[in-house]
C-alpha cells in the first residue's frame, strides 16, 4: 500500500501542481499565468440584482383556445359530423351546434378517455376541456386542470426565453429559478444597473403578421389595434405568421431610406406559409404587429418568396439591436411582470467574504495546531495534504468556471473537518497495528489498507447526499453541493495519494527508528 511506482510519483505530482498553479490566478492578478480562469462569484458574494418575474398567462389562454378552435373545426370536418355556427366567444369559450342525428357521435368523441380533440389526464382524471351542452349547441372552455397544462407549459417556455436573453448579454453565471406555477426567480450577479435587463425582459417580443380587415364579423373576430402615432386600424386575429418562424435577426441601415432596419429571415415552414398567405391576398394590407402595436402595414404588391423581409420603424441603432435580440431569442409565450426587485450592493458581498475567509483562517489554524501536536511529523504532513486539498478544490471549481456562494464557502470549511477525520482514521489505525506488528513498514501499509473501507464509506455517504442536495436543490444550495462533492473527491485524493507518498517517504527513510508515531 505504501508502495508508489516512479510514473505514479509523476503523475501525481504533475496533477497536484498543475491544479495548484490554476487555483493560484484566483489569489495572484498578473498576465503571466498561463489559464486565465476564475471563480465566478454568487449574487451574495458579487452582489447583484434579483429579480422576481410574473407571467401573464391570459394571452398564452386566448392564444391555446385560437389553436384548439382550428383543431376542433378541422376534426368535425374529418369526422363527418354536421355542424354549424362554430366560433370563439370572449376569447375563452369554443361553441359550435351539431345536428341532431350526430349529437350522440359527437359526445362520446368529447367524453371519453381516448379523445384524439379532449386529451385525458390520468393524474387529475379529468379532460383538458368542460363541456357544456344546451340544445345541440356545445361550449367548451378549459378545465381546472387543462390550465395548469398550459400554464407550466408556459412557465417552462418563458425560462428558457429569459435564459437565452440574459445569455445574449453576456451576464456572468445567472440563476433563473421557477416559482410556484406563474413566477421565475432571475439572478444576476455583478449586475448593479440592470435597466436594460429589466427592458429585454419586460417586452413579449410576440411578433405577428395578420391582415388588416374590414370585416368585424369574422369567425376569428377582430379587433382595433394602434400604430405609433396614434392612427388606428382593424386587423383579424387570425394569425398568418408569428415570430416562431424566424430564423434570425439582425439590425442594418437601409442605403436607401437611410433609416435604421431589422432584417429577417424565415425558416422553411414560415416562407411556404408566407408565400401562399401573400400569393392569395395581394392588394390587401398585412400588418406587422410587436407586443399589440401595429409597426407597419404595407400593401401586398406581388407574392413574397424569398423568405426574408424587413421591419422599419423610428430605431435608433440601439432599439433595433434589441428588437433583433429579441426576435432572435424568441418571444415569450406570456408577459413578465416585475413584482420584487433587490439590489445587493458589493460592499455587502465583500463583507461575506471577508466573514468566510476568517471563519476558513480560524479553522484552518486551530486544524493545524491539533494535528502538529497529536501526530508531531505525521501532523505536518496531515497539514500539507491539507493545504494541497484546498488547492485541488479551488483548482478544479476554477477549471470549471464554477460560481462561488456563500454556503459553497460552508461547503470548502466542512471539506476541511473531513479531511482531517480520515487522516485521523488513518494514524488511529496505524498505532494499533503498530502494536502488533514489529515491522514499521508493513504496520503502516495494514494501517492504510484496513483504514479504507471506513473513510471510503464516509466519504462515499457524504457524496451521495452532495449529490441529492445538487438535483433537488437550488440556488445556494446548489452551490454547497457543489463544493462538498468536489471536496471529498479531492480529500480521497489528498488522502491516499498525497498524505500516502509523503508518509512512505519518510518512514522508507526512518524506518530503522524505534518509534515512528
Same mark, same amino acid.
Given at each position: 500500500?505504501?508502495?508508489?511506482?516512479?510514473?505514479?510519483?509523476?503523475?501525481?505530482?504533475?496533477?497536484?501542481?498543475?491544479?495548484?498553479?490554476?487555483?493560484?490566478?484566483?489569489?495572484?492578478?498578473?498576465?503571466?499565468?498561463?489559464?486565465?480562469?476564475?471563480?465566478?462569484?454568487?449574487?451574495?458574494?458579487?452582489?447583484?440584482?434579483?429579480?422576481?418575474?410574473?407571467?401573464?398567462?391570459?394571452?398564452?389562454?386566448?392564444?391555446?383556445?385560437?389553436?384548439?378552435?382550428?383543431?376542433?373545426?378541422?376534426?368535425?370536418?374529418?369526422?363527418?359530423?354536421?355542424?354549424?355556427?362554430?366560433?370563439?366567444?370572449?376569447?375563452?369559450?369554443?361553441?359550435?351546434?351539431?345536428?341532431?342525428?350526430?349529437?350522440?357521435?359527437?359526445?362520446?368523441?368529447?367524453?371519453?378517455?381516448?379523445?384524439?380533440?379532449?386529451?385525458?389526464?390520468?393524474?387529475?382524471?379529468?379532460?383538458?376541456?368542460?363541456?357544456?351542452?344546451?340544445?345541440?349547441?356545445?361550449?367548451?372552455?378549459?378545465?381546472?386542470?387543462?390550465?395548469?397544462?398550459?400554464?407550466?407549459?408556459?412557465?417552462?417556455?418563458?425560462?428558457?426565453?429569459?435564459?437565452?436573453?440574459?445569455?445574449?448579454?453576456?451576464?456572468?453565471?445567472?440563476?433563473?429559478?421557477?416559482?410556484?406555477?406563474?413566477?421565475?426567480?432571475?439572478?444576476?450577479?455583478?449586475?448593479?444597473?440592470?435597466?436594460?435587463?429589466?427592458?429585454?425582459?419586460?417586452?413579449?417580443?410576440?411578433?405577428?403578421?395578420?391582415?388588416?380587415?374590414?370585416?368585424?364579423?369574422?369567425?376569428?373576430?377582430?379587433?382595433?389595434?394602434?400604430?405609433?402615432?396614434?392612427?388606428?386600424?382593424?386587423?383579424?386575429?387570425?394569425?398568418?405568421?408569428?415570430?416562431?418562424?424566424?430564423?434570425?435577426?439582425?439590425?442594418?441601415?437601409?442605403?436607401?431610406?437611410?433609416?435604421?432596419?431589422?432584417?429577417?429571415?424565415?425558416?422553411?415552414?414560415?416562407?411556404?406559409?408566407?408565400?401562399?398567405?401573400?400569393?392569395?391576398?395581394?392588394?390587401?394590407?398585412?400588418?406587422?404587429?410587436?407586443?399589440?402595436?401595429?409597426?407597419?402595414?404595407?400593401?401586398?404588391?406581388?407574392?413574397?418568396?424569398?423568405?426574408?423581409?424587413?421591419?422599419?420603424?423610428?430605431?435608433?441603432?440601439?432599439?433595433?439591436?434589441?428588437?433583433?435580440?429579441?426576435?432572435?431569442?424568441?418571444?415569450?409565450?406570456?408577459?413578465?411582470?416585475?413584482?420584487?426587485?433587490? =439590489?445587493?450592493?458589493?460592499?455587502?458581498?465583500? #463583507?461575506?467574504?471577508?466573514?468566510?475567509? %476568517?471563519?476558513? @483562517? !480560524?479553522? +484552518?489554524? /486551530?486544524?493545524?495546531?491539533?494535528?502538529?501536536?497529536?501526530?508531531?511529523?505525521?501532523?505536518?504532513?496531515?497539514?500539507?495534504?491539507?493545504?494541497?486539498?484546498?488547492?485541488?478544490?479551488?483548482?478544479?471549481?476554477?477549471?470549471?468556471?464554477?460560481?462561488?456562494?456563500?454556503?459553497?464557502?460552508?461547503?470548502?470549511?466542512?471539506?476541511?473537518?473531513?479531511?482531517?477525520?480520515?487522516?485521523?482514521?488513518?494514524?488511529?489505525?496505524?498505532?494499533?497495528?503498530?502494536?502488533?506488528?514489529?515491522?514499521?513498514?508493513?504496520?503502516?501499509?495494514?494501517?492504510? =489498507?484496513?483504514?479504507?473501507?471506513?473513510?471510503? #464509506?464516509?466519504?462515499?455517504?457524504?457524496? %451521495?447526499?452532495? @449529490? !441529492?442536495? +445538487?438535483? /433537488?436543490?437550488?440556488?445556494?444550495?446548489?452551490?454547497?453541493?457543489?463544493?462538498?462533492?468536489?471536496?471529498?473527491?479531492?480529500?480521497?485524493?489528498?488522502?491516499?495519494?498525497?498524505?500516502?507518498?509523503?508518509?512512505?517517504?519518510?518512514?522508507?527513510?526512518?524506518?530503522?527508528?524505534?518509534?515512528?508515531?
Amino acid at each position: 500500500m505504501l508502495y508508489f511506482s516512479k510514473l505514479k510519483i509523476i503523475l501525481v505530482i504533475i496533477f497536484t501542481l498543475l491544479l495548484s498553479y490554476l487555483s493560484l490566478s484566483n489569489f495572484i492578478k498578473s498576465d503571466d499565468f498561463l489559464f486565465q480562469r476564475n471563480l465566478n462569484l454568487g449574487l451574495d458574494l458579487q452582489g447583484g440584482s434579483y429579480l422576481l418575474l410574473e407571467i401573464d398567462n391570459e394571452p398564452v389562454i386566448i392564444q391555446e383556445v385560437q389553436t384548439k378552435f382550428l383543431q376542433i373545426k378541422k376534426f368535425l370536418k374529418d369526422k363527418k359530423i354536421n355542424f354549424k355556427n362554430i366560433g370563439i366567444l370572449n376569447d375563452k369559450d369554443i361553441t359550435f351546434e351539431i345536428y341532431t342525428e350526430d349529437l350522440d357521435k359527437t359526445k362520446k368523441l368529447f367524453d371519453d378517455k381516448d379523445s384524439e380533440i379532449n386529451p385525458y389526464y390520468p393524474q387529475y382524471k379529468s379532460h383538458q376541456f368542460e363541456i357544456n351542452i344546451e340544445q345541440n349547441i356545445f361550449t367548451l372552455n378549459f378545465s381546472k386542470y387543462g390550465l395548469i397544462q398550459i400554464k407550466g407549459s408556459s412557465q417552462n417556455q418563458a425560462i428558457e426565453i429569459v435564459r437565452r436573453r440574459i445569455d445574449e448579454i453576456g451576464t456572468n453565471e445567472p440563476n433563473i429559478l421557477k416559482r410556484g406555477n406563474d413566477r421565475i426567480l432571475v439572478e444576476l450577479p455583478g449586475l448593479n444597473n440592470p435597466d436594460r435587463i429589466k427592458s429585454l425582459l419586460g417586452k413579449t417580443a410576440n411578433l405577428t403578421f395578420r391582415f388588416v380587415s374590414q370585416n368585424e364579423t369574422e369567425s376569428f373576430g377582430t379587433e382595433k389595434l394602434f400604430f405609433e402615432n396614434g392612427t388606428e386600424a382593424i386587423v383579424s386575429k387570425r394569425i398568418v405568421l408569428s415570430g416562431d418562424n424566424l430564423t434570425d435577426a439582425k439590425p442594418r441601415m437601409d442605403n436607401q431610406s437611410n433609416e435604421t432596419v431589422v432584417t429577417f429571415n424565415l425558416d422553411r415552414v414560415g416562407a411556404k406559409k408566407f408565400a401562399k398567405a401573400t400569393s392569395s391576398n395581394v392588394g390587401k394590407k398585412l400588418a406587422i404587429i410587436l407586443d399589440g402595436k401595429i409597426i407597419s402595414a404595407p400593401n401586398i404588391i406581388e407574392p413574397i418568396i424569398g423568405g426574408s423581409g424587413q421591419i422599419t420603424g423610428n430605431f435608433t441603432f440601439q432599439s433595433a439591436t434589441d428588437l433583433a435580440l429579441l426576435l432572435r431569442s424568441g418571444a415569450l409565450p406570456a408577459p413578465l411582470n416585475i413584482i420584487e426587485e433587490r =439590489t445587493v450592493g458589493p460592499d455587502l458581498g465583500q #463583507d461575506s467574504i471577508n466573514a468566510g475567509i %476568517i471563519s476558513l @483562517i !480560524i479553522g +484552518f489554524v /486551530l486544524v493545524i495546531f491539533f494535528m502538529l501536536f497529536k501526530y508531531k511529523v505525521f501532523g505536518l504532513i496531515a497539514n500539507i495534504t491539507l493545504i494541497f486539498n484546498l488547492l485541488l478544490l479551488i483548482g478544479i471549481l476554477t477549471l470549471f468556471e464554477a460560481t462561488l456562494t456563500l454556503p459553497g464557502i460552508a461547503g470548502i470549511i466542512l471539506t476541511v473537518g473531513m479531511a482531517v477525520d480520515a487522516n485521523v482514521l488513518i494514524f488511529e489505525r496505524i498505532k494499533e497495528e503498530v502494536k502488533n506488528e514489529k515491522n514499521q513498514i508493513l504496520a503502516f501499509d495494514s494501517g492504510y =489498507t484496513k483504514s479504507r473501507t471506513t473513510i471510503l #464509506d464516509a466519504n462515499v455517504t457524504t457524496l %451521495i447526499a452532495a @449529490i !441529492i442536495l +445538487f438535483i /433537488l436543490g437550488s440556488g445556494p444550495i446548489k452551490g454547497f453541493s457543489i463544493t462538498l462533492g468536489v471536496g471529498i473527491l479531492t480529500t480521497l485524493f489528498s488522502v491516499y495519494f498525497i498524505a500516502r507518498l509523503l508518509t512512505s517517504l519518510y518512514v522508507i527513510k526512518n524506518k530503522f527508528k524505534e518509534k515512528l508515531i
